[in-house]
C-alpha cells in the first residue's frame, strides 16, 4: 500500500504544487477564509468526499466513507488562514493582496490537507475506516480550533493527527515529538493606579510608570528565583502605555503581554502567582493594580501511541535518515490543543527548509518553502492514516496498547 500511495501522490505533484501556489496567491485573513473554503470544498467534492460549508464560520469538513467494519474516525487537521504581513518573496505567485501573506506555511498545510485526500480516495483498497478532513480557520488568532469544536467537527472522532511547516528542518525530512510539542499561550493586561504630580517633585506623587518597571522587573527575576527552571516561563510585556506629558508624573500605566509555559501544574498557578507579585510591588509603594489574565490555548501534548505511529509511517516510507525525533517543544502557541480535550492526538513538523540557502523563519516576509516538502506531508499523512487500520488492528487509547 505504501507504493501505491507514494505513486499516488507523484501523480499528483503538479497539481499540488498548482494548488498551493493559488492559495499562496490568494491569502485570506483569519475568519474571512470565504474564498480559499469554497475553493477546498471544491476540490473535496470532486475527490468524492462529503463535504459541509461554513463549520466553525468559514471551516470546512470533507469525511471519507471507509467500507470496513471499523466505525472509528480519524481526524486530520490542516489550517486554512494567512498573516496581516506585506510579502517580500518576489514570487511568480506572490501574495495578490497588499499586507497579507500565507507566512506560516497554511497554504502548504491546506494543499497537504487535500492530497492526503485525493490519495486516500483514489485507493484501489478502500480504508476500513473513515476519515474526517478538518480545514480549520483562524488559527493565527487562536480561535478557529474552538469554532470548529462549537459547529460539531469533533463529534463521533477517535484520533487525530495534524501537521505544521518547520524551515529549520530541510525538505524531505518530518520531526517527530513525543510529548509537549507546544506551550500553553495566555493573556495579560496590568493596570497600574498611581497620582499624578510635578515631575520635579516626585515624592510628592505616586509614579505610575516607575512602579509599572518595578513589576516587569520583579516578574522577570522572580521567574529564575521561583519557579522550576525545568519547568519554563516565558512572560514578556509587548505593551506599555501611560503619562500625559513630560513633566508630569503619570498617574496610570497600561501593560499588556504573553505568558507562555509548557506544564499543566505551572500553567494552573500562574495567575495567582503573577497576582502576588504585581500586589506586593503596589502595596510598597503605595499604588493600586486590576489584573486581567486571560486563559489562551493549552500545551499540545502528543499522545505517545499515535505519535509513534506517525514516527513508523515516517520511517518507512521515507527512511531513518529523513526522519527526526525533535529533543525540545516550542514556546510557540497551537489551538491544535483544543481537539485534544475531546481526541488524542498527534501533531509533526514538516520539513520545508532549502538545502542550500538561507531559510527565513516562519512570520517573516520572505518566507519560502521547498515545495517537494508538499509530497513528503501528503504521503506521511495519507500512509498514517492507513496504518491506523493496517491489519485489522485496533487502537485501545485507554492504556496506550495495540490490540
Same mark, same amino acid.
Given at each position: 500500500?505504501?507504493?501505491?500511495? %507514494?505513486?499516488?501522490? #507523484?501523480?499528483?505533484?503538479?497539481?499540488?504544487?498548482?494548488?498551493?501556489?493559488?492559495?499562496?496567491?490568494?491569502?485570506?485573513?483569519?475568519?474571512?477564509?470565504?474564498?480559499?473554503?469554497?475553493?477546498?470544498?471544491?476540490?473535496?467534492?470532486?475527490?468524492?468526499?462529503?463535504?459541509?460549508?461554513?463549520?466553525?464560520?468559514?471551516?470546512?469538513? *470533507?469525511?471519507?466513507?471507509?467500507?470496513?467494519?471499523?466505525?472509528?474516525?480519524?481526524?486530520?487537521?490542516?489550517?486554512?488562514?494567512?498573516?496581516?504581513? #506585506?510579502?517580500?518573496?518576489?514570487?511568480?505567485?506572490?501574495?495578490?493582496?497588499?499586507?497579507?501573506?500565507?507566512?506560516?506555511?497554511?497554504?502548504?498545510?491546506?494543499?497537504?490537507?487535500?492530497?492526503?485526500?485525493?490519495?486516500?480516495?483514489?485507493?484501489?483498497?478502500?480504508?476500513?475506516?473513515?476519515?474526517?478532513?478538518?480545514?480549520?480557520?483562524?488559527?493565527?488568532?487562536?480561535?478557529?480550533?474552538?469554532?470548529?469544536?462549537?459547529?460539531?467537527?469533533?463529534?463521533?472522532?477517535?484520533?487525530?493527527?495534524?501537521?505544521?511547516?518547520? $524551515?529549520?528542518?530541510?525538505?524531505?525530512?518530518?520531526?517527530?515529538?513525543?510529548?509537549?510539542?507546544?506551550?500553553?499561550?495566555?493573556?495579560?493586561?496590568?493596570?497600574?493606579?498611581?497620582?499624578?504630580?510635578? *515631575?520635579?517633585?516626585?515624592?510628592?506623587? %505616586?509614579?505610575?510608570?516607575?512602579?509599572?518597571?518595578?513589576?516587569?522587573?520583579?516578574?522577570?527575576?522572580?521567574?529564575?528565583?521561583? #519557579?522550576?527552571?525545568?519547568?519554563?516561563?516565558?512572560?514578556?510585556?509587548?505593551?506599555?502605555?501611560?503619562?500625559?506629558?513630560?513633566?508630569?508624573?503619570?498617574?496610570?500605566?497600561?501593560?499588556?503581554?504573553?505568558?507562555?509555559?509548557?506544564?499543566?501544574?505551572?500553567?494552573?498557578?500562574?495567575?495567582?502567582?503573577?497576582?502576588?507579585?504585581?500586589?506586593?510591588?503596589?502595596?510598597?509603594?503605595?499604588?493600586?493594580?486590576?489584573?486581567?489574565?486571560?486563559?489562551?490555548?493549552?500545551?499540545?501534548?502528543?499522545?505517545?501511541?499515535?505519535?509513534?505511529?506517525?514516527?513508523?509511517?515516517?520511517?518507512?516510507?521515507?527512511?531513518?535518515?529523513?526522519?527526526?525525533?525533535?529533543?525540545? $517543544?516550542?514556546? =510557540?502557541?497551537?489551538?491544535?490543543?483544543?481537539?485534544?480535550?475531546?481526541?488524542?492526538?498527534?501533531?509533526?513538523?514538516?520539513?520545508?527548509?532549502?538545502?542550500? %540557502?538561507?531559510?527565513? $523563519?516562519?512570520?517573516?516576509?520572505?518566507?519560502?518553502?521547498?515545495?517537494?516538502?508538499?509530497?513528503? =506531508?501528503?504521503?506521511?499523512?495519507?500512509?498514517?492514516?492507513?496504518?491506523?487500520?493496517?491489519?485489522? %488492528?485496533?487502537?485501545?487509547?485507554?492504556?496506550?496498547?495495540?490490540?
Amino acid at each position: 500500500m505504501l507504493s501505491e500511495i %507514494k505513486d499516488l501522490a #507523484q501523480t499528483l505533484a503538479p497539481r499540488l504544487v498548482e494548488i498551493r501556489r493559488h492559495i499562496h496567491a490568494h491569502p485570506e485573513l483569519s475568519g474571512q477564509e470565504y474564498q480559499t473554503a469554497a475553493y477546498v470544498a471544491g476540490v473535496l467534492s470532486s475527490s468524492g468526499l462529503h463535504v459541509r460549508e461554513a463549520v466553525g464560520k468559514t471551516g470546512v469538513v *470533507g469525511d471519507l466513507r471507509g467500507l470496513g467494519t471499523d466505525q472509528r474516525t480519524l481526524a486530520i487537521r490542516t489550517d486554512m488562514d494567512a498573516l496581516p504581513i #506585506q510579502e517580500r518573496t518576489n514570487l511568480d505567485f506572490a501574495s495578490c493582496k497588499p499586507g497579507i501573506m500565507h507566512a506560516c506555511g497554511h497554504d502548504v498545510h491546506t494543499t497537504v490537507g487535500l492530497g492526503t485526500a485525493m490519495v486516500l480516495s483514489q485507493l484501489s483498497e478502500p480504508l476500513a475506516g473513515h476519515v474526517r478532513f478538518l480545514f480549520q480557520p483562524a488559527e493565527e488568532i487562536a480561535q478557529g480550533a474552538s469554532w470548529m469544536v462549537q459547529d460539531g467537527a469533533m463529534v463521533d472522532v477517535n484520533a487525530i493527527f495534524g501537521v505544521h511547516v518547520f $524551515p529549520s528542518i530541510p525538505a524531505r525530512c518530518i520531526g517527530i515529538r513525543y510529548g509537549a510539542l507546544t506551550a500553553a499561550a495566555d493573556s495579560l493586561e496590568i493596570y497600574i493606579q498611581g497620582e499624578s504630580g510635578h *515631575g520635579a517633585r516626585p515624592h510628592e506623587a %505616586k509614579d505610575a510608570i516607575w512602579i509599572a518597571s518595578q513589576i516587569i522587573t520583579t516578574l522577570q527575576q522572580a521567574i529564575s528565583r521561583t #519557579q522550576n527552571p525545568l519547568r519554563p516561563i516565558v512572560l514578556t510585556i509587548g505593551q506599555i502605555s501611560g503619562g500625559i506629558a513630560p513633566n508630569v508624573i503619570a498617574d496610570q500605566v497600561r501593560m499588556a503581554g504573553t505568558v507562555r509555559s509548557l506544564h499543566p501544574e505551572t500553567h494552573a498557578l500562574l495567575p495567582e502567582w503573577i497576582e502576588n507579585l504585581v500586589a506586593n510591588v503596589c502595596l510598597t509603594y503605595g499604588a493600586k493594580y486590576e489584573i486581567n489574565y486571560r486563559r489562551g490555548v493549552p500545551s499540545v501534548h502528543n499522545d505517545s501511541t499515535l505519535t509513534q505511529l506517525l514516527e513508523e509511517a515516517a520511517r518507512e516510507a521515507w527512511g531513518n535518515e529523513y526522519v527526526t525525533i525533535l529533543e525540545e $517543544p516550542s514556546l =510557540g502557541a497551537e489551538d491544535f490543543s483544543l481537539y485534544l480535550e475531546h481526541a488524542p492526538g498527534s501533531m509533526f513538523r514538516l520539513g520545508v527548509g532549502y538545502p542550500h %540557502k538561507q531559510n527565513h $523563519p516562519l512570520h517573516h516576509p520572505e518566507f519560502e518553502i521547498d515545495e517537494s516538502a508538499i509530497v513528503t =506531508g501528503v504521503v506521511t499523512l495519507a500512509y498514517a492514516a492507513y496504518k491506523y487500520w493496517a491489519n485489522g %488492528k485496533k487502537t485501545d487509547f485507554l492504556n496506550g496498547a495495540m490490540i
